[in-house]
């Protein structure tokens, strides 16, 4: 028998495996010799805000943003884009851009762009990754990305950074996932950025209910726990609620699925001290995609 990722014609390894396995190990080399920055986005998506900014054990696109091992889930090609604006306080407001591209059975390759801020600072933020299914119920995923910031009458300043996530499905129902980002270069010496790991679980309680609790650890910052709950009141159209602790946020949202390929969401949060901060997200994706975990 022929090793499944051996070439028939030329004996040696398919290209793309080659290439997938290249960038894994890049990102785990890395991340074992690097401490720092967060690369976590700023601007999340309207479905993970209406669950209280929660999304590492999400899977598909809104997962992504936490969690590259989200990638290996996703087999239709896609974009996103993503805005906010805080129209209260700071006015800080924001969007994101990105794609999807699945390029085996069992991998896929995002890109992101993300700006935000206000016009005397703002921030973009870049970034690569790819997923991949190791087994029908771990995936695995990398990503690097830069951030670039501009403050007035300061010169800008750069950050790169590296995260590695995982995904394991115990059962049909419950699913556990772990993301971290880390930092390996930064401009600014003392950068007070610090690293950033998160654990999650989510429980299908239905087909049209899911639960979701997520844990943030920031260095030596307290945890921060968040849950969310999503309920398909019919299948096109979701209600969503969460709350995260610490700051006291409260968010809430609802999707549209207006066919199986364009998806529309909303959501605010109310943070006890920076006000409301209403989200919109789009989602098409080239394929429909009858799969709900891809939702």
Known sequence: MKHP???PRTGSMNYKKRFSALFLSLGLVAFGTIWGQTGISEIKGARNKGLGDIGVALGGLEGYIYNSSALGQIRKSGIF??????????????????????????????????QYGLP???QRHYRTGFGLVVTQKISIGTSFGA???????????LTLYVDLGLTYQITDLITLAWSGFQRFYSSTPKD????L???????????AIH??????????LNWVIKYGMEYWVIPQFGVRIGLTGGATVINAGFGFKLNPQLDIDAAFSIHSALGITPALSLRYQFKPNPDPEEK
Do not use: M
Not at 211 to 220: A, G, I, P
């Open 81 to 114: 884009l993503n805005a906010e604006n805080r129209f209260q306080g700071t006015g800080i407001r924001g969007y994101s851009l990105g794609a999807v591209i699945p390029v085996s059975k069992h991998g896929c390759f995002a890109v992101t762009i993300e």
């Open 120 to 122: 005397e600072y703002h």
């Open 147 to 157: 951030k670039t910031y501009s403050i007035a009458a300061y010169p800008p300043g």
């Open 211 to 220: 639960l979701s609790v997520q844990f943030d650890k920031e260095n030596k």
């Open 197 to 207: 790991h998160i654990f999650g679980i989510k429980y299908l309680v239905s087909d």
């Open 5 to 7: 990722c051996i070439c």
């Open 192 to 195: 007070t950025e610090t690293p």
